[in-house]
Nanobody
Framework: VQLQASGGGPVQVGGSLRLSCAAS????????MYWYREAPGKQRELVVG???????NYADSVRGRFTISKDNAKNSVYLQMNSVKPEDTGVYYC???????????WGQGTLVTVSS
């Protein structure tokens, strides 16, 4: 089972970026998926989660600006980031819930740098 995140890079304040997370060895449509981020000097925090049924839970700081979506055909999850702010800078991680006893698994991070 593997998660491969991509799409990070530099972006200007107010701009947009789309992160992708390609899954292998599991079925995204049947799995709760998450995007987390870790800003410099801060703890990793939940950005958004989406359940297997499509229910979403956004952090207050990104609600209305970020959108999570699944593409079942591509077995991937995306994070559309709009109106980005400097505080959105960080390493973004894709995660998924696996059955007990495995629990939550993580992909490698992708760095997003927002500059003015």
């Amino acid at each position: 089972v593997q998660l491969q995140a991509s799409g990070g890079g530099p972006v200007q304040v107010g701009g947009s970026l789309r992160l992708s997370c390609a899954a292998s060895g599991m079925t995204v449509s049947r799995t709760s998926m998450y995007w987390y981020r870790e800003a410099p000097g801060k703890q990793r925090e939940l950005v958004v989660g989406i359940s297997s049924g499509g229910l979403t839970n956004y952090a207050d700081s990104v609600r209305g600006r970020f959108t999570i979506s699944k593409d079942n055909a591509k077995n991937s999850v995306y994070l559309q980031m709009n109106s980005v702010k400097p505080e959105d800078t960080g390493v973004y991680y894709c995660a998924a819930d696996r059955p007990v006893p495995v629990g939550r698994i993580w992909g490698q991070g992708t760095l997003v740098t927002v500059s003015s």
